[in-house]
Nanobody, 130 residues
Framework: QLQLVESGGGSVQTGGSLRLSCAGSGYTYSRDCLGWFRQVPGKEREGLAFINEIARTAYYADSVKGRFTISRDNAKDTLYLQMNQLKPEDTAMYYC???????????????????????WGQGIQVTVSS
């Protein structure tokens, strides 16, 4: 089965930047819609950004649009999330996910159902201080 591992998290100050990576193994996810989610204690996991195949169309939640950029390198089986202009409210556990062979993505990350993504990483913490 596909396994996903996030890296690149950490602590930054407001206005700073981080780049998260998500490496896949088990099989290439070049044919999959890929996405990033985040979750804080007591709240539901929310979709942030998705990217499809082959057009590489990206979809963003309003909360991160204009600040975060999702990209993928299929040759490296790696998904990225470039996070700029970080805010304290961005503090969360961040997860990457794959749709398990489905190339297209839900068009609205904020309304996406978790069940639409088959494979999940273990999560990585991002903390933004004021």
């Amino acid at each position: 089965q596909l396994q996903l591992v996030e890296s690149g998290g950490g602590s930054v100050q407001t206005g700073g930047s981080l780049r998260l990576s998500c490496a896949g193994s088990g099989y290439t996810y070049s044919r999959d819609c890929l996405g990033w989610f985040r979750q804080v204690p007591g709240k539901e996991r929310e979709g942030l950004a998705f990217i499809n195949e082959i057009a590489r169309t990206a979809y963003y939640a309003d909360s991160v649009k204009g600040r975060f950029t999702i990209s993928r390198d299929n040759a490296k089986d790696t998904l990225y999330l470039q996070m700029n202009q970080l805010k304290p409210e961005d503090t969360a556990m961040y997860y990457c996910a794959a749709r398990g062979g489905i190339w297209y993505c839900p068009a609205s990350p904020s309304n996406a159902r978790l069940a639409e993504f088959t494979y999940w990483g273990q999560g990585i913490q991002v903390t933004v201080s004021s």
